[in-house]
Nanobody, 124 residues
Framework: QVQLVESGGGLVQAGGSLRLSCAAS????????MGWFRQAPGKERDFVAA????????TYADTLKERFIISRDNAKNTAYLQMNSLKPEDTAIYYC?????????????????WGQGTQVTVSS
């Protein structure tokens, strides 16, 4: 079983940047695709980005692909989400997740392992 711990959230002004990290422990990290989701207050948990096991393929929510970049370092057992040009509507709890049986996927129900989340707040 994979354990995931997010970090890097915080308070940032609109237009700023943050880089979130997701540290994984457990079975071989490179065996799992990784994804990022976010959940704003009163809203559902939405897909943000995902990256394949090798890191060669990534996919994004259409509205975020111009500003967010997902990456991973399999030697460090860590996935990242670089967020640029942040907007107040990006305010949410950000979660990393891993699917047990599939490679890259955008579907929330296909993710089996979740971190506890990290809060990102963007002020106007």
């Amino acid at each position: 079983q994979v354990q995931l711990v997010e970090s890097g959230g915080g308070l940032v002004q609109a237009g700023g940047s943050l880089r979130l990290s997701c540290a994984a422990s457990g079975p071989i990290f490179s065996s799992y695709a990784m994804g990022w989701f976010r959940q704003a207050p009163g809203k559902e948990r939405d897909f943000v980005a995902a990256i394949s096991r090798s890191g060669r393929t990534s996919t994004y929510a259409d509205t975020l692909k111009e500003r967010f970049i997902i990456s991973r370092d399999n030697a460090k057992n860590t996935a990242y989400l670089q967020m640029n040009s942040l907007k107040p509507e990006d305010t949410a709890i950000y979660y990393c997740a891993a699917p047990r049986r599939r490679d890259i996927t955008t579907l929330r129900h296909e993710y089996d392992y979740w971190g506890q989340g990290t809060q990102v707040t963007v002020s106007s």
